[in-house]
C-alpha cells in the first residue's frame, strides 16, 4: 500500500478511500482479502486505508488483524467485545473511517476487489454521490434462499416508500457527506440496505454475477436471514400494521355474519348439537386472527423499546 501512497505524492493528489471491512470468524479469508486489496492498488487513484471491525470473533482473526496493523500503518482495527451482528459492524467502520470516500466490503470476496477502482473513479468525478453494486444472478445459492430473497425486495419495494434494488450488496463506495449522513442516523434497530437508500443522494449501481466465498463458511443462517428481513420490514415500513386493522375489520365482520346465521339457525331449528363445528371453525378463526396481530404488534413494541433504552449499537473491547 506504500507504492500507491508515493504515486499520489508525485501525482499532487492526497484523497483517502477508507475500506470498511466487517469480520466475524474470518481467519481463512483476511489475509486473501488483503493481498486481493494490494494487487489492485496500482488502478485505485487515492490512499487506501482499511478498517476492519472484528464483530466478536473466536478463532483467530483478531490475532491476524494486530499482525496486519502491526506490519501495515494503513491497517486499523476495532474488535467488540461481543458479537453486535454486522449492521453493527459496518455502524462502527463507517465511524472510524477518516476518508474523502469510504468503501464497505465483505471480506470473502463475493464482493469483487476489481470493481473497485471503476467504482472510486465514477465518485471522483462528482457525477454521483454514491456508486453501489447488485448481484445480477443468485447462481449457486439454494433455491429457498433465491426464491426468499425475491420475494422479500417484492414485498419491501410494495409497502416502503423506500425502494431497495434487487440483488443489492452493501459493497459501495460513497462521498464523505453521504456517510455522514448515514452516520446521523444513530438508530439501534439498523437496517443499511434501506438507510443508503433512505438519505437519498445520487447513487449508481454496477452488476456483477454472483460469486462464491473464496473460503470458510457463512455466518448467515436462513434464519437469520428471515430475522434479518423481518427487520428491514419493520425499519421502514408500517404497513404490517394496517394490514392487522384490516384483518381485525374483516373478522369482526366475518363474525357478525356468523352470529346472525347462527341466531337464525337456532330459531328454525333448535338442535344445539349442530352448532359446535361452525362454534369452534370460528374461535379458531378469531383467535388465530388475534394471536397474529398481536405478533406483529409487538414486534413493533420490541423495537420502540430496544430504542427508548439508548443502548449504544456497539461496544469496542481493543482497538488500534
Not at 470458510?216 to 394496517?242: C, D, H, N, R
Request: proline share 2%.
Amino acid at each position: 500500500m506504500e507504492v500507491n501512497r508515493d504515486k499520489q505524492s508525485k501525482s499532487g493528489r492526497n484523497s483517502v478511500l477508507s475500506i470498511v471491512v466487517p469480520v466475524h470468524n474470518e481467519q481463512d479469508t483476511i489475509q486473501i482479502f488483503y493481498n486481493a486489496i494490494e494487487n489492485i492498488l496500482p488502478d485505485i487513484d487515492a490512499i487506501i486505508h482499511l478498517h476492519f471491525v472484528d464483530d466478536g470473533s473466536t478463532d483467530a482473526t483478531l490475532q491476524i488483524l494486530r499482525k496486519l496493523s502491526d506490519v501495515n500503518e494503513s491497517v486499523h482495527y476495532i474488535s467488540f467485545s461481543r458479537n453486535f451482528g454486522k449492521e453493527a459492524a459496518m455502524y462502527a467502520g463507517l465511524q472510524q473511517s477518516d476518508g474523502d470516500y469510504v468503501a464497505v466490503m465483505d471480506v470473502d470476496l463475493q464482493d469483487p476487489p476489481e470493481l473497485l477502482p471503476e467504482m472510486l473513479r465514477e465518485v471522483q468525478s462528482e457525477c454521483w454521490d454514491a456508486v453501489g453494486t447488485r448481484r445480477s444472478d443468485r447462481y449457486g445459492e439454494k433455491k429457498i434462499r433465491t426464491w426468499l430473497s425475491t420475494l422479500f425486495y417484492k414485498w419491501i419495494n410494495r409497502f416502503t416508500q423506500t425502494q431497495l434494488v434487487d440483488g443489492a450488496r452493501d459493497f459501495r463506495v460513497m462521498t464523505r457527506q453521504m456517510v455522514e449522513a448515514v452516520l446521523s442516523l444513530s438508530e439501534n434497530q439498523r437496517f443499511s440496505k434501506g438507510i443508503f437508500t433512505w438519505v437519498g443522494f445520487r447513487i449508481k449501481y454496477i452488476s456483477f454475477q454472483n460469486r462464491k466465498r473464496v473460503a470458510g463458511k457463512t455466518s448467515w443462517s436462513l434464519w437469520q436471514l428471515m430475522k434479518y428481513a423481518v427487520e428491514g420490514m419493520i425499519s421502514f415500513s408500517t404497513v404490517p400494521l394496517v394490514i392487522v386493522a384490516l384483518l381485525g375489520f374483516i373478522s369482526f365482520f366475518i363474525a357478525v355474519i356468523a352470529a346472525i346465521f347462527i341466531v337464525l339457525r337456532a330459531l328454525i331449528d333448535n338442535k344445539s348439537a349442530y352448532g359446535w363445528p361452525s362454534m369452534v371453525t370460528i374461535m379458531l378463526f378469531i383467535s388465530s386472527i388475534q394471536l397474529l396481530s398481536l405478533g406483529v404488534i409487538g414486534r413493533y413494541v420490541a423495537a420502540v423499546f430496544l430504542e427508548t433504552k439508548r443502548r449504544p449499537i456497539y461496544i469496542t473491547r481493543e482497538e488500534k
